[in-house]
């Protein structure tokens, strides 16, 4: 199984060729990206975006929603990359396609699966640690179940401040660390607080980490951060 994993943030020229440099790593020499833009609403437009932005990565993107049967095209797509946006919109158009069980079947044959942010999501056991708003309800919170660990995507430690006109003032807001606390007070599952531009590599059963920091949770222990470039020890793969 080869997966990669972005929290998203690739927003500066730095950030996307780093991104580009690991997807052609990561692809090799596939000829397209089976693209699956469900996370927004202008699907056509949100593929424009991504290659006019250049994170197609050189790569000829294959929207899902041209094809009349989006289980075939994911049954022979060469490789598949999720996008971000909305996880519950994202994973409710999974259910309702009928494509969770042909996208879980083909990663595990080996196809590799790129997902940023709300892609990264549904690469999980479950969607409980996104922090989207639920504006549709899925049938289920269930996801793919690629990684057995849960990620938080556009992590950040601390406290948030909000700027105004004469400087910066404190939100008073429950931090990431506390929804992930509160998060194990009801399940066991270990947690990724993935940085913006931070990428998890997982093939041959590890688990690199690239390209920002990350933060390890697990529950009834103290958090570990990790740098990148690192291997996320301990981390089931």
């Known amino acids: 199984m080869r997966v990669l994993l972005g929290s998203g943030g690739f927003r500066t020229p730095e ?9 052609q790593s990561f692809f090799g020499d596939v000829d397209r990206l089976l693209f699956i833009p469900y996370a927004l609403h202008d699907h056509d437009a949100y593929v424009r975006t991504l290659t006019e932005r250049g994170i197609h990565a050189g790569y000829a993107l294959d929207g899902i929603h041209r ?3 989006p289980v075939r095209a994911v049954r022979e797509a060469p490789a598949v990359f999720v996008g971000g946006g909305n996880t519950f919109r994202l994973l409710d158009a999974l259910y309702r396609l009928g494509l969770l069980e042909p996208l879980r079947e083909g990663v595990w044959a080996g196809t590799p699966y790129l997902g940023i942010s709300a892609g990264t999501n ?7 640690t996104t922090n989207d708003m639920p504006i ?12 057995p660990f849960q990620v938080n995507a556009h992590y950040f430690t601390g406290q948030t401040f909000v700027k105004r006109d004469d400087g910066f003032h404190e939100h008073f807001g429950e931090t990431r660390d506390d929804r992930i606390r509160e998060f194990h007070e009801m ?8 940085w913006e531009a931070g990428l998890l590599r997982i093939e041959g ?10 933060r390890l949770f ?18 089931p793969a």
């Open 15 to 23: 950030r996307v060729a780093a991104l580009a440099a690991q997807m």
């Open 67 to 69: 094809h009349a049967d």
């Open 122 to 128: 549904i690469a999980c056991p479950t969607i409980r």
């Open 136 to 147: 549709v309800q899925p049938p289920s919170l269930d996801a793919l179940g690629l990684v």
């Open 187 to 194: 399940n066991d599952v270990p947690v990724v607080g993935l």
């Open 205 to 214: 059963g590890t688990v690199e980490l690239l390209g920002a920091p990350a």
């Open 218 to 235: 697990f529950k009834g222990q103290p958090p570990r951060d990790v740098e990148p470039g690192g291997r996320l020890d301990g981390l």
